[in-house]
């Protein structure tokens, strides 16, 4: 079980450092302008699907070994395991359903194929839904005493991704700073991808409740 809570660790890491190399070594592509499901569509997309894939199995393991080190395991146990599941789920998608490679023009909903809107819908449902999990992570892991130092970031980096995503997508809809929307985007992953190490830092350093 080792391996498997070390790679929960790594699993983020990992992420972030293939979408930094991807965006230096793929043709045409800029860090700057484009998003990182555009990875998916380049040259080394397939690259990119399995880096959303492992990211998906990394957060699917973090919710099952949050569960493991938790003091009151009723409820929380499920609660914990879903948010994480539909995590898991959504990226899995972003894996399998690409988006468009739409230039810097303002989002308009007739440019977009169907799987791009698919894509975009699918986040845009994530990001409404989410207020309601990141707020239920905060009340289990405030009543946790391993996990208790962490509730105040995990609202902070979910809600700080969830204003920064309102802000891009409203932007994208604008047209505004459109040659920018691709570091936006990687700035708003960051707080999030930090709270995942931080999350698995902590399970990495306590023992598991016996089950």
Not at 43 to 56: C, H, M, R, T, V
Not at 67 to 79: C, G, S
Not at 127 to 153: D, H, N, Q, T, W
Request: glycine share 6%; net charge positive.
């Amino acid at each position: 079980m080792t391996a498997v809570r070390s790679f929960t660790f790594i699993s983020p890491i990992i992420f972030a450092f293939v979408v930094i190399v991807l965006g230096f070594i793929t043709p045409g592509y800029d860090h700057l302008n484009y998003t990182i499901s555009r990875l998916a569509i380049e040259k080394y997309g397939w690259i990119q699907s399995i880096n959303f894939l492992q990211l998906a199995l990394g957060i699917h393991l973090t919710g099952i070994q949050v569960t493991k080190i938790l003091e009151n395991q009723k409820t929380e146990d499920a609660i914990i395991r879903i948010i994480f599941r539909i995590c898991s789920v959504f990226l899995v998608i972003a894996a399998f359903v690409p988006t468009d490679p739409i230039e810097n023009v303002p989002l308009d909903y007739t440019l977009l194929t169907p799987t791009g809107l698919v894509h975009i819908s699918l986040v845009i449902l994530f990001l409404i839904f989410s207020p309601l999990g990141i707020v239920r992570l905060a009340r289990i892991f405030r009543k946790e005493k391993i996990l208790k130092s962490l509730a105040p970031f995990t609202v902070a980096a979910g809600f700080t991704a969830l204003i920064g995503s309102v802000l891009w997508f409203a932007f994208y809809f604008l047209g505004i700073y459109l040659e920018y929307r691709g570091i936006f985007q990687k700035a708003i992953a960051v707080p999030v991808l930090l709270w995942l190490i931080l999350l698995n830092n902590t399970v990495l350093q306590k023992p598991r409740t016996i089950q």
